[in-house]
């Protein structure tokens, strides 16, 4: 049986395989849906954080898109930011993000060992990561002591349902057999795209991913799920 860490490194080093196809990938498969809800993450959390934002940090930050959606929405939003930076253990994915966006700082490290003082964020955001971190509750403390009192955790995921009927039996066709096969081709790595529908099967339901963060302090103020109950948005507070 494989140890928690043998897992996680592996995982890291698929991410460092597929990095160079990630981004073309990733925008075949979504369909670009993703784009609005990565807007929407950014847009609700603007609106309930009303102070000034000295650091947003997004974590398994891959190549880098999330950082560009907090940029954008807050010059929409007319917010200041000092600063945002990246956080990711691949250095395949980072390298494709520094290039993508060398505006923002990029450090290698995971989501358990944030390279950050005590309650020194406003923001910590991690899109599509969680599902990848196999020390999940000990990464949820960690975004809770570097974030300020009252800052928050913005969490973009595919959870799982138990829901039945015609879509669902769409989604997990597409999720299960075409999205390896696109993947694969695209990515010359199908067992990788092959992971994504193992990990989102293996992954906790939108309200058991609440419950995990009310034991780490969180208080969530937002969850909804989207297109079909394939991704949901969490925003909770630091209590
Ligand atoms: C599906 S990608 C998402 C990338 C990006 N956030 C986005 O929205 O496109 C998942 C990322 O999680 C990273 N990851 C895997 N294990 C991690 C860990 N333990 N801590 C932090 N990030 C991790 C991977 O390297 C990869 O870049």
Do not use: H
Not at 6 to 30: H, P, W
Request: glycine letters at 8%; charged letters at 30%.
């Amino acid at each position: 049986m494989e140890n928690t860490d043998t897992k996680q490194q592996k995982i890291v080093q698929m991410f460092d395989e597929i990095a160079g196809t990630y981004d073309r990938a990733n925008r075949v498969l979504s369909m670009g849906i993703d784009i609005q809800w990565r807007k929407k993450a950014c847009d609700e959390t603007f609106k309930r954080y009303n102070k000034p934002i000295e650091l947003i940090v997004d974590v398994a930050c891959g190549t880098g898109d999330m950082m560009g959606y907090w940029s954008k929405q807050a010059t929409k939003a007319d917010r200041q930011i000092g600063k945002i930076m990246g956080v990711d253990p691949s250095v395949g994915m980072s390298d494709v993000g520094k290039q993508k966006f060398p505006e923002f700082e990029f450090f290698i490290s995971e989501a358990t060992a944030l390279p950050l003082a005590n309650e020194s964020a406003d923001i910590v955001s991690i899109s599509y990561g969680i599902r990848n971190v196999m020390k999940r509750q000990e990464a949820f403390r960690e975004f809770a002591r570097v974030l300020k009192q009252g800052g928050y955790v913005v969490i973009l995921e595919f959870t799982k349902d138990d829901k039945k009927g015609l879509f669902f039996t769409i989604k997990d066709f597409y999720l299960t057999k075409i999205l390896p096969i696109l993947g694969g081709l695209i990515s010359k790595n199908k067992a990788a795209y092959e992971y994504l529908p193992n990990s989102i099967e293996g992954f906790l339901t939108a309200s058991m991913l609440q419950k995990e963060l009310d034991d780490a302090g969180f208080e969530t103020e937002f969850c909804k799920s989207f297109s079909m109950d394939i991704s949901t948005l969490v925003i909770a507070r630091k209590r």
